[in-house]
């Protein structure tokens, strides 16, 4: 049978129209029980206008106030003579020249833009993704090479290890970190909460490194220890390289499961990206908005990853 | 140059004995060439991985230029180095360009320098007529070539022996020739060689001497004029009228 070329852009058009469908049912669902949208409340949960109120250090009287914009210059003189000059914004300024002022009245207040909490909260999320994702590489790592170890005392311990650490929720474990860290040794909660994801991630990369070092022919170690090298370097410069090509996809996978699992640590009070998202709730009352605001956060840290993974694939291919 | 004595590896898999390796003992000159003969599962290959280490045997001696491999002081990567090994399946290394494939084991165990060890395999690459291929990867190679950047990566390492496992049985017929060509080179030049084959002609024209294997044992050690004219074991007669 001859192979047709078909049109593939009649198709990606249902796509779209399936999704559209989509969010249009939502919305509907969402007016039947009358939920108002306001979006126009989430901005402020990523940046906001700061205020901070500028106070009088001691007793004295308004000497002077110079406008300039939107801003004022107020110079206070106490009674020893010595002057206070403040900066306030114009509009917040409560006084007018010759006012008496005590020690810590307001005299106005300064405006600044402050990352909100869904900043915040993102800020958190990546660098605990970020750092429990680069400990949770060298402890798998570390561990799956020794699962393969001929060393009877390291194989066993990584396997129970493993076996532990696959077989128990990772909420359980955030919990007991916390409780074991925090209580016992007197670490921060964002130690534990590092750790106990670490750890978690370490098992399952322990198990993919352990399947790609597998994976490599024999005959490839065999190889390079007949030209001389040794265990470690056979493996370093010979069995690795190609297990890490192959193991790629499961790890970039793992990945992103451990971004999201951060949100797990919201329960021991970490603030990270979820438990922002949680509170700029009970402010604003705007769940669909910021629960979604929340998922597209998350896609905006997995989906770079993802493309980062397969970019790499592509590269690490072309010796195929 | 080689020497083994007594040399025994028995295979144990679940109560299922073998002795792929029984009693062997055998020296081999510098210099010399010598081909292993016998048919499949007779424990050739065995005996010539036993010779690098890369299978551990039970009992007797094997000692490559005085150094003994069952001596636990040698430093067997030590041993290894001169000892050069080219594989059926040629096991170059399929994430480095040919050129790396040879400089590897240069920089990493011998520690050369960049230029000598590029130097050196440019000139090995030459030798075995593919220097045109330096920076492919070897999936883009053919068989006889990959074969050949193999024979190449060992000889990277001056080594004062080489052990061929079967190196041209895993390659299709019209490029078995090429791979022989450089084994006879090699020979020619002096280099002490242990091949496992079943290219009788190779046997019959370069080699030196003959070993037939059968279940393990040394059956025939005779020079090959002799062994293909008047084999006396009565294995190794069976074996030539199946072969030949």
């Known amino acids: 049978m001859i192979k047709h070329k078909k049109a593939q852009w009649p198709w990606h058009g249902l796509t779209a129209l399936v999704l559209v469908g989509l969010a249009f049912s939502l919305y509907m669902a969402t007016s039947m029980i009358s939920y108002e949208w306001r979006w126009n409340r989430v901005p402020q949960y990523f940046a906001y206008k700061a205020e901070e109120a500028q106070r009088a250090a001691g007793y004295g009287t308004v000497q002077e106030i110079v406008i300039s914009g939107d801003n004022a210059r107020v110079t206070l003189k106490d009674e020893n003579g010595a002057e206070q000059v403040l900066d306030v914004a114009k509009d ?46 060298l402890i798998g790592l570390f561990a799956g090479l020794c699962r393969l170890s001929s060393n009877p005392t390291l194989r066993d311990l990584t396997t129970v290890y493993v076996e ?114 949680r509170e700029a709730i009970t402010t604003s009352f705007s769940t669909f908005e910021i629960w979604f605001c929340v998922a597209g956060l998350y896609l905006l840290i997995n989906l770079p990853l993802s493309h980062l993974a397969s970019r790499l694939e592509r590269r690490l291919a072309q010796s195929d | 140059m080689i020497e083994v004595r007594d040399l025994l590896k028995v295979f144990d898999t679940r109560g299922h004995v073998v002795r792929a390796v029984d009693n062997v003992t055998t020296q081999v000159a510098k210099g010399e060439v010598v081909v292993v003969l016998g048919p499949s599962g007779s424990g050739k290959s065995t005996f010539l991985r036993c010779l690098n280490g890369l299978e551990h045997f039970d009992e007797g001696h094997v000692a490559i230029d005085g150094l003994q491999l069952a001596d636990p002081k040698t430093d067997i990567n030590a041993y290894r180095r001169e000892v050069g090994m080219v594989f059926q399946h040629f096991n170059l290394f399929p994430h480095m360009t040919v050129l790396e494939n040879l400089c590897l084991a240069q920089k990493v165990v011998r520690k050369r320098s960049k230029a000598d060890r590029e130097a050196k395999a440019r000139a090995l690459l030459e030798k075995v007529g593919i220097a045109q291929k330096a920076n492919e990867y070897p999936s883009r190679l053919s068989g006889g070539q990959q074969q050949r950047v193999a024979i190449a990566r060992a000889l990277a390492m001056d080594p004062k022996v080489m052990l061929f496992d079967e190196p041209t049985s895993a390659l299709d017929p019209e490029m078995v020739g090429e791979v022989l060509d450089v084994m006879k080179t090699l020979a020619q030049e002096g280099m002490t060689m242990v091949c496992v084959t079943h290219e009788m002609g190779f046997a019959r024209e370069v080699a030196d001497r003959v070993l037939f294997f059968d279940h393990g044992k040394l059956l025939e050690d005779s020079a090959p004029a002799a062994f293909f004219a008047a084999p006396k074991d009565p294995r190794a007669q069976a074996f030539l009228r199946q072969v030949l």
């Open chain 1, 92 to 137: 917040s300024l409560q006084l007018s020249r010759g006012d008496d002022v005590a020690e810590g009245d307001q005299i106005g207040v300064t405006r600044h833009w402050a990352a909100g909490p869904l900043v915040w909260g993102l800020w958190t999320t990546l660098w605990i993704s970020v750092v429990s994702g680069a400990l949770g590489l």
């Open chain 1, 164 to 277: 532990l650490v696959r077989g128990t929720p990772l909420l359980v474990q955030i919990f007991i970190f916390y409780f074991f860290i925090g209580t016992v040794l007197n670490l921060s909660r964002e130690f534990a909460g590092v750790a106990a994801l670490a750890l978690f991630t370490g098992a399952y990369v322990a198990e993919i490194v352990r399947a790609g070092v597998q994976s490599i022919a024999k005959g490839q170690n065999e190889a390079a220890r007949s030209l001389g090298l040794n265990a470690g370097q056979s493996m370093r410069h010979v069995i690795l390289p190609q297990a890490f090509k192959r193991v790629l996809p499961p790890l970039a996978g793992q990945f992103i499961s451990l971004v999201k699992d951060t949100s797990l640590v919201s329960v021991i009070a970490i603030t990270e990206l979820t438990k922002s998202g």
